[in-house]
């Protein structure tokens, strides 16, 4: 089992709509969690992060973590052909104490 | 500040030949990583620093592959010999390490072996 995995994609959603992006982790230590974005050809940039059970919101992104099913998502209402890229999931493990990155969900919003 | 600072930007060697790879943290952050990005395997930890120090290189695919951070504003990643496999973009990234901080990342290197 992979540390962090995520649905390689692509997620292809009409413009408008909401893209739900989902991650699952391996080690119940982890601490803090990620999401970064990447646009082709370009280095990931960060675009929220979590570490509380629950829902976080910043604009029309919304970050959930669910701890006891090992599982955080992310929400993008109102998709933009701007919001496609790659998003990728990033876990803080206190037990390995190191930033682990799943593959990337590759989201395609079309007009 | 100017961000993590990478070089080159990209690289064609040919296979056998020794590559280099250049990286300068953010001022002040204490770890620094080095990533392989591939379609097939997506972003790869490599290896990791925490004040100068390799805590973790389980990533390194093998011996093939060496990183060094003589101090905290440098860092070098190098592959010899270098096989076409090894063809990927690496990330150099940096931060405070914190559980709670982000990771910085430099533009890439794009290397191609052929």
């Known amino acids: 089992q992979k540390e962090v995995e995520q649905n390689s994609g692509p997620l292809s959603v009409p413009e408008g709509a909401i893209a739900s992006l989902n991650c699952t982790y391996s080690?119940?230590?982890?601490?803090?969690f990620f999401w970064y974005r990447q646009y082709s050809g370009k280095s990931p940039e960060l675009i929220m992060f979590?570490?509380?059970?629950g829902d976080k919101e910043d604009g029309r992104f919304t970050a959930q973590l669910n701890k006891a099913s090992q599982y955080v998502s992310l929400l993008i209402r109102d998709s933009q052909p701007s919001d496609s890229a790659t998003y990728l999931c990033?876990?803080?493990?206190?037990?390995?104490?190191?930033?682990?990155f799943g593959a990337g969900t590759r989201l395609a919003v079309h007009p | 500040d100017a961000g993590v600072i990478q070089s080159p930007r990209h690289e064609v060697t040919e296979m056998g030949q020794e590559v280099t790879l250049r990286c300068k943290p953010i001022?002040?952050?204490?770890?620094l990583f080095w990533y392989r990005q591939t379609m097939m395997r997506g972003l790869e930890l490599l290896i990791y620093?925490?004040?100068?120090?390799?805590?973790?290189d389980s990533g390194m695919p093998e011996d093939r592959f060496s990183a060094k951070m003589p101090n905290a504003s440098f860092s070098t990643l190098k592959i010899q010999p270098s096989e076409p496999r090894d063809s990927a973009v690496y990330f150099c990234?940096?931060?405070?390490?914190?559980?709670?901080?982000?990771?910085?990342f430099g533009q890439g290197t794009r290397l191609t072996v052929v």
């Open positions: 620093f925490n004040n100068n120090v390799p805590i973790d």
């Open positions: 001022s002040g952050h204490n770890s």
């Open positions: 080690d119940r230590g982890s601490q803090s």
């Open positions: 990234a940096s931060s405070l390490m914190e559980w709670n901080t982000e990771a910085f």
């Open positions: 990033a876990v803080f493990s206190g037990g390995y104490n190191k930033l682990i």
């Open positions: 979590i570490y509380s059970n």
